[in-house]
């Protein structure tokens, strides 16, 4: 009988060296994921996809099986343990209990699309108190406004970006966000449960070639909601980055969101949630994505309660 050999693999344990230090760096991004700051535009990507860190278990564990390894079986357990507690909190967050006072929606309704009015109706057939629309041109903004203001009659719009509400709004002022132009707008609304000042904001697209100013909007927007002393405060938007994208760690730290998994880009078959509202002094009873409805992202409703 042929005695068998001592020496390793040396393909085998290579392969396992690799997988291993890759299941290592996804374990300190999972439970970490500040460390992604350093990547810049690229770690803002991985980190608005983190979701989906969660598929690499399936080769991994393929890998585990295939090569015996002892190594790759625990660090494979470590890796799920870390997905689980980096997603599945904000996934399964309880939604808070009684009745919506107040109901948003927010959308990117895309500067291309060929029927805005359709787009429009779509998210009023919903009947939320408040609609934020992003990337409206002038022609999309005017079909909008002709499309919304039966039952939406108070309007305010800077640029790109505009509120429709059943309620009175007042104080409406431009916001700059570090920009030598206003994308975003910032207005009070007059609801059930007292004045709610709300924040529309398009945040920059996130481009991984080049620096990008997205960093400094968003670093703007959590300097404003810090200083902002009302006592019930919304935002909502298109902020380009979601789940654990290492530039939206400063407006988490100051506000909310609701739970859930729902992706809103691309709208045909959604990968990231990149469109949120978030709260202070209002609680969310349930946040719901929308079908796709003519625009590259679906909508975001929210219903609220105070808080």
């Known amino acids: 009988m042929p005695l068998r050999s001592s020496r390793r693999n040396p393909g085998r344990s290579l392969v396992i060296a690799v997988v291993g230090a890759a299941l290592v760096a996804g374990v300190v991004v999972l439970l970490a994921p500040s460390v992604l700051d350093v990547l810049g535009s690229p770690g803002s990507a991985i980190g608005s996809l983190l979701p989906w860190m969660g598929v690499l278990l399936v080769p991994v564990a393929g890998l585990a099986i295939g090569t015996r390894s002892w190594r790759l079986a625990a660090l494979s357990v470590a890796y799920a343990a870390a997905w689980a507690v980096a997603v599945l909190p904000g996934v399964l967050a309880p939604a808070a209990t009684g009745t919506p006072q107040l109901s948003v929606v927010t959308q990117n309704v895309e500067a291309t699309n060929e029927d805005p009015t359709a787009t429009a109706r779509a998210i009023a057939d919903r009947h939320p108190d408040v609609i934020a629309l992003e990337e409206l041109t002038a022609d999309s903004g005017a079909e909008v406004q002709t499309a919304l203001a039966a039952a939406y009659p108070h309007h305010y719009r800077v640029g790109s970006v505009g509120v429709w509400s059943r309620s009175t709004l007042s104080d409406g002022e431009p916001l700059t966000l570090g920009l030598g132009w206003a994308r975003s707008l910032r207005v009070t ?119």
Do not use: C, K
């Open 189 to 307: 609304v007059a609801t059930d449960v007292g004045d709610v000042r709300l924040y529309v904001v398009h945040v920059d697209s996130l481009r991984l070639r080049t620096e990008d100013a997205r960093p400094t909007m968003l670093r703007a927007l959590a300097g404003e909601v810090r200083d902002d002393d009302a006592e019930r405060l919304v935002v909502a938007g298109d902020f380009n980055g979601g789940a654990a994208d290492p530039l939206m760690a400063p407006i988490r730290a100051e506000l909310s969101e609701g739970g859930g998994l729902g992706f809103t880009w691309p709208a045909q078959m959604p990968v990231a949630r990149i469109d949120h509202v978030f709260v202070r002094g209002l609680a969310t009873v349930s946040t719901e994505v929308l079908p796709a409805n003519g625009s590259d992202h679906r909508a975001v409703l929210a219903q609220l309660r105070a808080g």
